[in-house]
């Protein structure tokens, strides 16, 4: 199913409606209503086209200047087309409806890619109307999680890559070691089978790459996959585990714990009016780190003479 028969297979039926009941609008135009061309409308004789409606919301998608004209016309009531699916669904079909210049199309697309985070950027591109490369900018800026797989135009669902989904889910499972199966799965964008594999790869104290695709890792993620064993290893030292310091030290390291592509993610959201800040903080972080790295290398050597 594509992304235009998404919404299109949603029911819609026409009814009159009192304008007093119809609840502000949710249309992708930021531009507000043309008082002039809502007036020319109104002097049409014609009856007025209707205005699509969501029906759990009673919010305009797309029709503000038609209903203006009725306010001027005088009309008490509206002819409607009600649109029974979701409001975010409702807000695909509106960004399909109406006419949107390219700023508010790549406004859209920001919140399609937050709405549909799983959708590949070909199928946000063709309900939103833009390029492919388009969406994968709105993508980049958007602070939204970035599941392992995505939809394609096609329906079907595809991984973003396998190492990915194996690393997202090592990560679940050292933090949150009570999940099921089913939630790492699901939040790592991976089989069940796979996240059986990973648990029990963790468990063992193994890569939860695996060899098999461990040719498939770039150095930088062979680097922080090496990293994840490590810090898996101390957080089953029991030195560590059973000391308060020690569970405090591996927390934060867990927190700082990222690979890469999510600290590129970080970097892209920071506005640039807080760049210098962010920065300033972030490397007096990074030193406070090498102090530390430092202090515990200093201890190590002086109690091995």
Same mark, same amino acid.
């Given at each position: ?23 502000? /609008? ?8 043309? #008082? ?14 209707? !205005?699509?409606?969501?029906? /759990? ?16 016309? *005088?009309?008490?009531?509206? #002819? ?20 949107? /210049? ?21 199928? !946000? ?29 096609? *329906?079907?669902?595809?991984? @973003?890559?396998? $190492?990915? *989904? ?5 990560? @679940? ?16 964008? !991976? ?35 090496? /990293? ?16 308060? $310091?020690?569970? *405090? ?18 970097? #892209? ?17 990074? #030193? ?18």
């Amino acid at each position: 199913m594509t992304a235009q028969q998404d919404v299109g297979a949603q029911p819609r039926e026409r009814t009159r409606v009192p304008i007093a009941e119809l609840r502000g /609008s949710d249309s992708p135009r930021h531009g507000g209503v043309d #008082e002039e061309f809502a007036r020319r409308v109104a002097e049409q004789p014609d009856p007025l086209p209707p !205005i699509l409606v969501c029906r /759990s919301t009673m919010a305009v998608l797309d029709g503000r200047h038609r209903l203006r004209a009725a306010e001027l016309r *005088g009309e008490d009531s509206v #002819e409607v087309e009600l649109f029974h699916g979701d409001p975010d669904s409702g807000f695909l079909l509106a960004v399909r409806r109406n006419t949107l /210049s390219t700023v508010d199309r790549k406004a859209a697309a920001v919140r399609l890619v937050s709405t549909y985070p799983e959708w590949s950027d070909r199928r !946000i591109a063709a309900a939103a109307g833009l390029s492919p490369k388009t969406i994968a900018a709105a993508r980049a800026a958007a602070p939204v999680p970035r599941p392992g797989s995505r939809m394609g135009l096609d *329906g079907r669902v595809r991984p @973003l890559d396998r $190492v990915t *989904g194996r690393l997202r889910a090592a990560e @679940l499972l050292a933090s949150a070691p009570g999940s099921s199966l089913r939630e790492v799965a699901a939040a790592a964008g !991976i089989s069940i089978g796979t996240a059986k594999d990973v648990r029990e790869r963790v468990r063992l104290g193994q890569n939860p790459v695996g060899p098999r695709h461990r040719e498939e890792e770039p150095a930088a993620v062979q680097g922080f996959t090496d /990293s994840l064993d490590l810090l898996n290893n101390l957080r089953r030292d029991p030195s560590l585990r059973c000391s308060e $310091v020690g569970r *405090g030290v591996l927390r934060l390291l867990g927190a700082h714990f990222l690979d890469r592509r999510e600290w590129e993610r970080f970097a #892209e959201a920071v506005p640039r009016h807080c760049a210098r800040g962010m920065a300033q903080i972030a490397r007096q972080c990074a #030193e406070a780190w090498n102090d530390f790295a430092d202090q515990v290398e200093r201890r190590a050597a002086r109690e091995r003479r």
